[in-house]
């Protein structure tokens, strides 16, 4: 089995655009700047605090949640993936959606759509959540994040998504 180490620049689902950010959105992103087409919440302070991190041209770097025509949150990772200490290359992802689009399964839909592409580059996916974001938590559970890992320097908890059986 060979490792496609990238992704692809767009990754779609049922309802959902998942888009690398550009360099010029990531600047936009990083000021706070308003774009048409971007939910009038968007970007959130998390997003901002991401764009500070962003490098050009890195397919795991983070993306746009779009629905229809408008943009209404971000998920990506936290840096192409690396050897855990079991040896299995994991990456870290985030994500978040402006309020008005919280509950409506756009999360879990959004997480599921790139689950496939990592599950496909043979890398495993963890996130760290707070231990008081129950939305998020179940978010996490629905993906099939089921092994907890306890808690990091912040207090989040840890929790990790083993790679489906070959």
């Given at each position: ?19 690398v ?66 040896g ?73 998504r ?5």
């Open positions: 089995r060979t490792l496609r180490m990238t992704l692809p620049q767009v990754v779609t689902s049922e309802r959902l655009r998942l888009p950010w550009t360099p010029d959105e990531a600047a936009d992103i990083r000021t706070g700047a308003h774009r048409e087409g971007w939910h009038r919440d968007y970007p959130r302070q998390d997003d901002r605090d991401v764009a500070t991190m962003y490098r050009p041209d890195d397919a795991w770097g983070p993306r746009h949640v779009v629905r229809g025509a408008t943009a209404l949150g971000s998920i990506g990772f936290f840096g192409p993936p690396e050897p855990a200490p079991d299995v290359l994991e990456a870290e992802v985030g994500y978040g959606l402006v309020e008005e689009a919280r509950g409506w399964g756009f999360a879990t839909e959004a997480l599921t759509a790139l689950l496939v592409e990592t599950d496909r580059a043979g890398v495993r996916v963890r996130a760290s959540v707070e231990p008081e974001n129950k939305a998020s938590i179940r978010v996490l559970a629905k993906c099939g994040f089921t092994e907890l890992r306890g808690s990091n320097e912040d207090g989040h908890l840890v929790m990790a083993p790679l489906p059986s070959a």
